[in-house]
């Protein structure tokens, strides 16, 4: 839409989110989001700057996955429209607050790990959470190594799947130790 700012912003969770459920049975999360730079003091070195405060929307069955997946502290990426949400408080005092109305939150995978779990269409807060869809290997997209042209034992040779064949050349090539190489003997890849 014309004249709309549009964000993506990258920070913490202040607390968990609160989902409110309106007049007409939509349901909204809402939570804080932290944002503080590093900055480079000549004297003391890097430290933390000033935390600037977001508040973050979401809709719905997006209300309903942001509640159960994070948590406060937890590191994330929002993106969204921006917006300055003003009110009177009972006290006459005038406040306003920077919203983000959000359409992708993700968690930020450059300080941690995480696991996804999809979730069923529908399901409902306050209800049983749903079930994790579940799938055997035969069922399961076909994979990088199974590209179109390539079959069998062939698929996964090193360059097969016209990737490079040096890892240097950016071929995945998983270590000994690596959990992605427990994944690959899962789905019959090696």
């Given at each position: 839409?014309?004249?709309?700012t549009?964000?993506?912003?990258?920070?913490?969770?202040?607390?968990?989110?609160?989902?409110?459920?309106?007049p007409r049975?939509?349901?909204?999360?809402?939570?804080?989001l932290?944002t503080?730079p590093?900055?480079?003091?000549?004297?003391e070195?890097?430290?933390?700057?000033?935390?600037?405060?977001?508040?973050?929307?979401?809709w719905?069955?997006?209300?309903?996955n942001?509640?159960?997946?994070l948590d406060?502290g937890?590191?994330?990426?929002?993106?969204?429209?921006l917006t300055?949400e003003?009110?009177t408080?009972d006290?006459?005092?005038?406040?306003?607050s920077?919203?983000?109305?959000?359409?992708?939150?993700?968690?930020?995978?450059?300080?941690?790990?995480?696991?996804?779990?999809?979730?069923?269409?529908?399901?409902?807060?306050?209800?049983?959470?749903?079930?994790?869809?579940?799938?055997?290997?035969?069922?399961?997209?076909p994979?990088?190594?199974?590209?179109p042209?390539?079959?069998?034992?062939?698929?996964?040779?090193p360059?097969?799947s016209?990737?490079?064949a040096?890892?240097?050349?950016?071929?995945?090539?998983?270590?000994?130790?690596?959990p992605a190489?427990?994944?690959?003997?899962e789905?019959?890849?090696?």
């Open positions: 839409m014309p004249n709309e549009q964000v993506t912003v990258r920070g913490f969770v202040g607390g968990p989110p609160i989902v409110f459920v309106t049975g939509n349901r909204l999360a809402r939570f804080r932290g503080t590093r900055v480079r003091d000549a004297t070195g890097w430290r933390d700057g000033s935390t600037d405060w977001y508040t973050v929307k979401v719905n069955d997006f209300a309903d942001v509640s159960r997946s406060k937890t590191p994330v990426i929002v993106r969204g429209t300055v003003t009110w408080t006290d006459g005092q005038d406040r306003s920077p919203t983000i109305t959000a359409d992708s939150v993700g968690v930020e995978l450059n300080t941690g790990t995480a696991a996804f779990t999809r979730v069923v269409r529908g399901a409902r807060i306050g209800g049983e959470p749903p079930a994790p869809r579940t799938t055997d290997a035969a069922q399961l997209a994979t990088p190594w199974d590209l042209g390539t079959a069998g034992e062939d698929a996964a040779a360059g097969a016209g990737l490079p040096d890892p240097a050349d950016g071929a995945f090539e998983p270590q000994p130790d690596d190489e427990e994944v690959l003997a789905v019959g890849g090696s």
